[in-house]
């Protein structure tokens, strides 16, 4: 079954540009009526939408991280990735990638990764 | 943003009795052209990512137990467990997928009583 699974490192400098990739194995990234989206959650809080791109490359992100974050995809490779500018403390969470199983431009999620911790810090 | 509010925010309920979770949304998830609730649930066991129980508010993911339930339309929504075991513990979360930015609600915590 489709499995996903997040890479990067684990510590980010502030200021400095957070990237981390999601590879898709027992399936296609290409295949599908399917986005490819970003969530993370701080330490002990909520779950937070970052964005989504699609093979279509048409992408969509949420306004407040929006002058900042950068989500592509690799066809060649079965990934996407995430790349996040001037990072600050407050990035600091768990990253997960997810599937979307989108209907009429819209869906929920599922598989998610397991997940990758980023610290940022000096 | 769809603001998505759940409560409560932690329920206590002893093994074998019902949990009812709530999610009130900020504007309607219903779209009357497909007659459809654009609305998900998720659990998040601890340290694991969350796991889609599920979609369109009511449609539960393959695998689910059937003691779980999802009901509800338009701007109030429910989940229900009808008889609460031991490995349900967990936060629990909606989502809305009706608009982009996606938003979920801030979480329940499950324990056991």
């Known amino acids: 079954q489709v499995q996903l699974q997040e890479s990067g490192p684990g510590l980010v400098k502030p200021s400095q540009t957070l990237s981390l990739t999601c590879t898709l194995s027992?399936?296609?990234?290409?295949?599908?009526?399917?986005?490819w989206s970003w969530i993370r959650q701080p330490a002990g809080k909520g779950l937070e939408w970052i964005g989504r791109?699609?093979?279509?490359?048409?992408?969509n992100y949420t306004p407040s991280l929006q002058t900042r974050v950068t989500i592509s995809l690799d066809t060649s490779k079965n990934q996407f990735s995430l790349r996040l500018s001037s990072v600050t403390a407050a990035d600091t969470a768990v990253y997960y990638c997810?599937?979307?199983?989108?209907?009429?431009?819209?869906?929920?999620?599922?598989?998610w990764g397991q997940g990758i911790l980023v610290t940022v810090s000096s | 943003d769809i603001v998505l509010t759940q409560s409560p925010d932690s329920l206590a309920v002893s093994l074998g009795e019902r949990a009812t979770i709530d999610c009130k949304s900020s504007?309607?998830?219903?779209?009357?052209?497909?007659?459809?609730?654009?609305l998900a649930w998720y659990q998040q066991k601890p340290g694991q990512p969350p796991k889609l129980l599920f979609y369109?508010?009511?449609n539960r993911e393959s695998g689910v137990p059937d003691r779980f339930s999802g009901s509800g339309s338009g701007t109030d929504f429910t989940l229900t467990i009808s008889s609460l075991q031991a490995e349900d513990v967990a936060v629990y979360y909606c989502?809305?997928?009706?608009?982009?930015?996606?938003?979920f609600g801030q979480g329940t915590k499950l324990e056991i009583k």
């Open positions: 997810a599937r979307e199983w989108t209907h009429s431009g819209f869906g929920w999620f599922g598989p």
């Open positions: 027992g399936g296609s990234i290409s295949s599908g009526n399917y986005h």
């Open positions: 791109t699609s093979i279509t490359e048409i992408t």
């Open positions: 504007q309607t998830v219903f779209y009357n052209s497909n007659n459809k609730n654009y």
């Open positions: 369109w508010a009511s």
């Open positions: 989502q809305q997928y009706y608009s982009i930015p996606y938003t």
